[in-house]
């Protein structure tokens, strides 16, 4: 096993895809010169429909359905760079503190998705900022203490299912917001389904 995030992102793709299972905190630890963003999803390469990226937490043995989590370790932004397509996270908190702008900025592109994620903010950050063309599916997800959770801009074709948004300051944002979800009206589609709204202002 590897002790870093970093070292597994680097990896020669496998050509039917391949899993990165996380254990406890992944922090920030890529070396010198420090970039804007903690990490860049395409250092990974180019994942695909039969060979995609799956990036999945656990507390004991690898899928036994335990948290794991993200912290960008002060950066900006946790991931950043290039867009990629067909990422797949499921059982992680991704942690943010006072200097988070964002856990995904321009990062994610068509065919991805959250299953059982925690997102965790500040009250002055965003989750994912998206201004590519993207698909992103999110279940069983909660998004708790945003200034907008997710914020969707250009062509963002973004599906919400019994996720939980919690103590979201949406109204702040200038658009169309509701509860931490922000779009610009015109380009974005967003869908929510069976989902939940608590104390959001």
């Not at 397509?85 to 900025?105: M, T």
């Not at 990062?107 to 959250?114: A, D, H, Q």
């Not at 063309?133 to 909660?142: A, G, K, N």
């Amino acid at each position: 096993a590897w002790a870093s995030l970093y070292k597994a992102l680097t990896i020669t793709p496998d050509a039917n895809g391949d899993q990165i299972n996380i254990k406890g905190t992944q922090a920030y630890d890529s070396p010198s010169p420090v970039p804007s963003f903690a990490w860049e999803l395409s250092d990974y390469g180019t994942p695909t429909q039969h060979a995609p990226l799956i990036i999945r937490g656990y507390t004991s043995t690898a899928i036994d359905g335990g948290i794991a989590t993200i912290s960008e370790g002060n950066h900006g932004i946790t991931f950043g760079g290039s867009e990629v397509n067909l990422v797949h996270v499921a059982d992680v908190l991704f942690n943010g503190d006072s200097g988070l702008n964002q856990h995904f900025h321009e990062s994610l592109g068509i065919g991805c998705s959250f299953h059982r994620c925690r997102f965790r903010g500040t009250g002055t950050t965003a989750l994912i900022q998206l201004d590519a063309e993207t698909s992103i599916f999110f279940q069983d997800c909660l998004f708790e203490k945003y200034t907008y959770a997710v914020r969707a801009m250009g062509h963002s074709d973004l599906h919400f299912s019994n996720c939980v948004f919690r103590r979201n300051n949406g109204s702040s944002s200038v658009g169309n917001s509701y509860g931490g979800i922000f779009g610009d009206g015109s380009k974005s589609k967003i869908y929510v389904h069976r989902c939940i709204f608590d104390s959001n202002t």
